[in-house]
């Protein structure tokens, strides 16, 4: 057990909709992550929090948005879904605004249909 | 544009034996990587990392070698266990502004150890 929350595990949702994805990261880590992992890629940086405040973007599309709250968990917002976005998305987190060793959770698997 | 690869989808070893995953990577920027571990239905799991200024780390069963002239590095397993099955991705990371950095992952190669 890492120590990293991440809910719902499954989702099962239509085209066009919108979802939100939760994460709660270990007790005291500051740092927040969201990866994608579609079928045979490898994890893709998605965007980064540190204590509240957004630090990074990697390639998020505009659909999709996220943000890390005072309690420091996260949510990850995904809206007008597509087939494409059918994948694994992991929640990790770190002490530090580094993420190197950070810590993943079990991941949510979307299936948008 | 991948720049970290892992050119082996996937490698069956002996039990006992010596695993050899490799690594490629583009970016001269990186200067600090990271193996992962991944079993089905879980997260990925910090295995062992190498600093660039290094070109040996050694964990016990694993040993990370990095060559940065060829943009090379290689996760050694010896010996092999059954426990040892699973997805490895290798991972790099580049300082970025204000000492930001994010991880920048392969695409994983499946090893399976075979008894």
């Known amino acids: 057990d890492s120590g990293v929350t991440q809910t719902p595990k499954h989702l099962i949702t239509a085209t066009g909709q919108r979802v939100t994805l939760r994460c709660s990261p270990r007790?005291?880590?500051?740092?927040v992550y969201w990866y994608q992992q579609s079928l045979d890629q490898g994890l893709q940086f998605l965007i980064h929090?540190?204590?509240?405040?957004?630090?990074a973007k990697g390639n998020i599309l505009e659909r999709f948005s996220a943000q890390q709250f005072p309690d420091l968990h996260s949510e990850l917002n995904l809206s007008s879904l597509e087939l494409g976005d059918s994948a694994l998305y992991f929640c990790a987190s770190s002490v530090e605004v580094t993420n190197t060793e950070a810590f993943f959770g079990q991941g949510t698997r979307l299936t948008v249909v | 544009d991948q720049q970290v690869k892992q050119n082996s989808p996937s490698l069956s070893v002996q039990e006992g034996r010596i695993s050899i995953l490799n690594c490629d990577y583009t970016n001269s920027m990186f200067d600090y990587f990271l193996w992962y571990k991944k079993y089905p239905a879980e997260g990925p799991t910090f295995l062992i990392s190498i600093s660039s200024i290094k070109d040996k780390n050694e964990d016990g069963r694993f040993t990370v070698f990095l060559n940065k002239s060829a943009k090379h590095l290689s996760l050694h397993i010896v010996p092999s266990q059954p426990g040892d099955s699973a997805v490895y991705f290798c991972?790099?990371?580049?300082?970025?502004?204000?000492?930001?950095?994010?991880?920048?992952f392969g695409t994983g190669t499946r090893l399976t150890i075979i008894p």
């Open positions: 007790s005291g880590d500051l740092s």
């Open positions: 929090y540190y204590n509240g405040e957004e630090r």
């Open positions: 991972a790099a990371s580049a300082p970025q502004n204000f000492g930001n950095e994010k991880l920048t």
